[in-house]
């Protein structure tokens, strides 16, 4: 569920106010930066006024200036500017990604561009964002509502989902129409991220193939990542004069409201019924409210809302979009799809629907999910916070500094994946034997701060895709462009259209 969702761009370092033009030795500073990049590979050529800025005007075209940069030269580290005032950097081989992933820095949440800033009053201070004590400490709490025995039931209403799920795809199987993935998978994770963390039953696939919720938080990523490439509506106070801003703060209201009623209901039923734990199964949010620690003190209100907007979010974008390019790669590498089908027949026997049990013997299954996610990473960069220099390739990174860790540049440098162009599920197949760094692959992020819901979400991707190539045959639209569209998770430009045929 996140995966690592401690994930992407912009991470334009931002030194404090007091290093930059506001005092009087900014101008020593400055010439410090340029003696630091000139040791770095630069993204490209810079604009006076623009700086690596004007190279692209979107998350799409950064990704291809850094895939180009390191097919180029093999950089593992490199830098840019943010306009003409500071310089920013990056990590995209596994050497220079497991610096930052092995040590404790934080996510950039407080500096002027760092990209998580621009999440917390939506995501507030939950695990993809909070560091030090408080991180460890909410960490240490919420790790039980991940335990095998808490998982183990899900299967159940990952099939739940499935079936209705199958059930809007079968009107457009029986047609013979196509249909575009991308929303019904997106609704398909948000039912079940509600189901089991929340035991919320809202008809969500029901309602349409457009739900009120889905799209804010599609919105509210995509105002956040234009504000990270547009410098001028950092601040805050400028950003909040905008209609961007006014939309983000409206839609911040409505995604919170959201999860209070879902939290207070819940509240005012444990309230009404101390003993209705015993009765049914302890759900993420029974976690969230009754988890103490040592001093015995538990999750304040603002705390709950945190890591319920963060599990809502993490928990169900991330997973769409892996979901959405598997099933492309399902369609568009037929002999693999094949595989797919005749390994869960075997595994399913006689049966209808996968098992708890099930999810260990799907082996062909995990290693094609695994080479979805690195063909296409569903979190495609994160981030750290420098609180003080950091050595990297030989350079010293000083404090105050923002890195990034492009994850999707990791998956395809050619210095680790000669043929990362090539999908080879096999890739995986016995990695013991292998002598790849592990941290060359990392789709749930690595370290002490991985994701915590991992195990949930292959779960879930494994029931799904096998519910699906159980009852359909996947082929792809002729004429229908399939193109990556990265933000804070990987989307689709055009959409993921495909075509569908029951089978016999």
Known sequence: MAVALNRFFDESATPPLSERCYVPDYGLQYRKWLQLTSKINPIGKIHPIWGHFALFDNMQGFYKTIFELQEKTGARLYHGW???????????????????????????????????????????????????????????????????????????????????????LQKFCKSRQSVEIDKLVSLATLDTMLRCSL???????????????VDAVHRLVDLAIKRMISPWVHPDFIYGLTANGRENKRLTKYVHNFAD???????????????????????????????????????????IRAEVDTFLFEGHDTTASAICWAIYSLGKYQDLQEKVYQELMQVLGDRQKLQWEDMSRLRYMSMFLREVMRMHAPVPAIARHLTKPLNIEGVEIPANFTVDIVVHAVNHHPDVWPDHKEFKPERFEDEAKLSRDPYSYFPFSAGSRNCIGQNFALNEQKVLIGSLVKRFKVSLVEGHVYEEYPDVVMRSQFGIKINLEERA
């Open 261 to 303: 009623e879902i939290i207070q209901s819940r509240r005012t039923a444990l309230r009404d019924d101390p003993d209705i734990l015993n009765k049914r199964r302890k759900d993420f949010l029974d976690i969230l409210i009754t988890a103490r620690d040592e001093n015995d003190k538990g999750l304040t209100a603002e705390e």
């Open 199 to 213: 035991s919320y039953h809202g008809q969500v696939q029901e309602l349409g193939d457009s739900n009120p919720y």
């Open 82 to 168: 943010t306009m003409f005032f500071y310089p920013s950097f990056g990590v995209c081989h596994p050497e220079t990604a497991k610096v930052l992933l092995k040590s404790s820095e934080p996510k950039p949440k407080h500096t002027m561009g760092g990209s998580y800033r621009f999440l917390l009053p939506w995501l507030g201070d939950g695990l993809l964002i909070s560091g030090g004590k408080k991180w460890e400490r909410n960490r240490r709490l919420l790790t039980p509502a991940f335990h095998f025995d808490i998982l183990r039931p899900y299967v159940q209403i990952y099939n739940d989902v499935a079936e209705v799920f199958l059930g809007k």
